[in-house]
């Protein structure tokens, strides 16, 4: 990608936030071999939650696509502390996103899209990636959404 993975971000308005401390007894990030996993993370934004709350009760969609985007922002400085720089990320292998929301609602893909979306608009092509979007009734800290990711890396990431 022409200008780099950061200079992109910049372009698109983003910049990745300090990578936030473990909540529990886990890494933000581990890799083996060219797999790097994030943990989950949460839609932190200077340090604070952004968002609470049940999608469809006390976060509308929109908020919630929001807090998926900030969520895979947080999974970028995670993937960036481990792998050095984004530019060592070949590709984007898995999306994985939860979303707390009330009985009946499924539009979970829709939420999960702001991340995905974020990552397509980030990597390009190389941002396509697989995904899961599954409905939960609890997330840490009440937490609307929580997103983790599997990256390909480079030979030198």
Known sequence: MRGGVGDRLKELGYELPSLPNSAGSYVPATSTGS?????????????????????????????????????????????????????????VVKVTGYVASTAGFNRQPEVINGASDLLGEVFGKTGAHARSAVGVAELPLDAPVEVELIVELTMNG
């Open 35 to 91: 797999l790097l996993f994030t943990a989950g993370q949460l839609p932190f934004k200077e340090g604070q939650l952004r968002y609470a709350g049940k999608v469809d009760k006390d976060v509308s969609v929109e908020e919630a696509k929001e807090a998926a985007r900030l969520c895979a922002l947080n999974a970028l400085a995670a993937v960036e502390a481990e792998a050095g720089s984004l530019e060592n990320v070949r590709r």
